[in-house]
């Protein structure tokens, strides 16, 4: 029988293999934390340059302890492949966007759909899993691994992980200031650490997810009511936008005319307005839940009730329509509509556009003859990094746009051209609803009310996208865009217009949202903090 290639391999120990991938992630796969490493402590400083190459020592060594707990006879091969594969794919989306991959990020990434993902796909990406992932993973797989018995293979790891540690505790006390300022002062320098980080957030989230599965579902409001008195018909349509700015709005005095529609109708501007999170997955539980911002956990977000829960529970008609990657469970009880796919949305090109939302959206209002109505509108909006897909080509008035999702090889000017060209595009979606709305003024008190779910990064001090952890998120993924309109037939008597006209340049947040929806709706329930709504109703 002829012998397999592996056979004229050198044997390798489990622990020259392991110290082998270990340093292998730290050299090649961790430019962005070396990066943030040095923009701290810069090498200018003489101790600095003893510092670095101390780091990445105690790096290689913790990553050599964690490595050595996972890889055991037979998860030695099948371990060390995946993380190589998905730290070459944690390593291109922190060195290319300067992202953080954390629990809410693993979150993001389980909940993306095909179509976010193959935005994503690039030839660089493609190179960094080729070169970083795959390759050594080959090399893994071929090479044969010299196994030792239970007693030796067990003294083996014993004596890795202790010198491992030694070195570690030997370099930090010896470089003791500095351990001590990035152990303590930068705690968010490790929030770059591939794959140590990422590994924390994966077991984070995952227990997060089995601690759910034991918890009740506690519904709220059980006590929402609208009073038999109030015979108007409310008709209220709230736009949820995607990674929308604020300072990209025309309306907040923006040099360009990105909202040349809106500015022709009588809308209320509010240019003073902060999300919840820095991602879907956190500022859209978070705006239609009670807790707000401050006592806001994704756990208990999920298993409990929310603002759509409540007005059913009063007898609104709720519909939730969908252009982006889900309702990240809010919808989850109410009336559901995907308008991704032209199975359902009329207006689709290279993809299917927010305005088709509108398409059938009279025939809804049409078929609810009683009872309030709440349309929530889940905008593509500004869905990054393909901006250039965001909007049809007739909407391309600021050119030259960025046409790829590889922003770092485009210019600042491409970038935003291209991202102010979707925002041009919402301003038109905006206006049409508006116009929707309008064509119901006789039968409902009708209102609009539109918000961003977090703002976004263009390259600024080399950061793209968003999801970064609040804390350290610069304030463009966190100031967001929101405004509402009102028609003819809402009751003036009731809701205080003028008086919401003198406070638009007040501090907002996704927090309002709850009650001043609750406050439109005239919903009586226990809940409902008045001094939360943002709109001054009349006694």
């Known amino acids: 029988m002829r012998p397999s290639k592996s056979y004229y391999m050198k044997k390798i120990s489990p622990s020259a293999l392991i110290i082998s991938v270990a340093i292998f992630l730290v050299v090649f796969e961790n430019i962005t934390f070396f990066e943030e490493v040095l923009k701290t402590y810069p090498l200018s400083e003489t101790l600095s340059v003893l510092f670095l190459p101390s780091l990445a020592v105690v790096f290689s060594c913790v990553n050599i302890i964690i490595l050595s707990l996972l890889c055991y006879r037979y998860t030695i091969k099948p371990v060390l492949i995946t993380l190589l594969l998905l730290s070459a794919a944690s390593a291109y989306f922190m060195d290319s966007y300067h992202v953080i991959i954390d629990d809410v990020m693993i979150d993001n990434i389980v909940k993306t759909d095909a179509g976010e993902a193959f935005d994503l796909l690039s030839i660089k990406q493609f190179l960094y899993i080729l070169f970083l992932g795959l390759v050594p993973a080959l090399w893994i797989y071929k090479v044969p ?59 984070k989230y995952f227990s997060n997810i089995y601690s759910l599965d034991a918890q009740p579902f506690m519904p709220i409001g059980l006590d929402a009511a609208i009073s038999p008195v109030e015979t108007d018909r409310e008709l209220i ?41 820095t991602s879907t997955a956190v500022s859209v539980p978070c705006m239609f839940g009670l807790a707000g911002h ?42 559901y509509q995907n308008y991704k796919t032209p199975d359902r949305n009329p207006v689709c090109d290279r993809e299917c556009r927010d305005v088709g939302m509108l398409a059938r959206l009279q025939s809804y209002i049409d078929g609810h003859p009683t009872g309030d109505i709440l349309i929530v509108l889940h905008q593509m909006g500004n869905h990054g990094p393909a901006y250039y897909k965001r909007y049809p080509k007739e909407f391309e008035r600021f050119t030259p746009t960025c046409q790829t999702n590889q922003l770092e090889l485009c210019s600042a000017e491409e970038i935003n051209n291209a991202y102010d060209n979707a925002i041009l595009y919402t301003d038109f979606f ?67 217009i003028e008086m919401l006209k003198s406070k638009t340049n007040e501090r907002y947040s996704h927090d309002n949202i709850f009650h001043t929806i609750l406050g439109l709706f005239e919903i009586d329930t226990a809940i409902y903090v008045p001094a939360l709504d943002m709109i001054p109703h009349n006694d």
């Open 430 to 496: 905006l206006s049409e609803t508006i116009n929707l709305l309008k064509n119901n003024n006789a039968d409902f008190e009708a209102s609009l009310l539109y918000v961003s779910d977090h703002g976004e990064s263009l390259g600024e001090t080399g950061l793209y996208l968003h999801g970064l952890p609040y804390i350290l998120a610069p304030e463009v993924q966190k100031h967001v865009p929101m405004l509402m309109w009102f028609g003819d037939n809402v009751d003036k008597e009731e809701v205080n």
């Open 294 to 335: 401050s006592d806001y956990k994704q756990s208990k977000a999920k298993t409990t009730g929310n603002l759509l829960d409540v007005v059913q529970q009063a007898g609104v008609n709720v519909l939730w329509l969908d252009n982006n990657s889900s309702s990240k469970g809010i919808a989850d009880r109410s009336e």
């Open 145 to 203: 691994i010299s196994h030792r018995s239970l007693k030796k293979a067990i003294l083996s790891k014993t004596l890795l992980m202790g010198v491992s540690l030694i070195i570690s505790v030997i370099i930090i006390l010896s470089l003791g200031k500095f351990y001590a300022s990035f152990l303590r002062e930068n705690k968010s320098l490790r929030y770059y650490a591939n794959p140590s980080y990422y590994i924390y957030s994966a077991g």
């Open 237 to 277: 349509i709230l736009v949820v936008g995607e990674a929308a700015r604020a300072d990209h709005f025309s309306l907040n005095g923006y040099s360009r005319k990105t909202n040349p529609r809106l500015e022709q109708e009588d809308i209320i501007n509010f240019n003073n307005v902060w999300s919840c999170g």
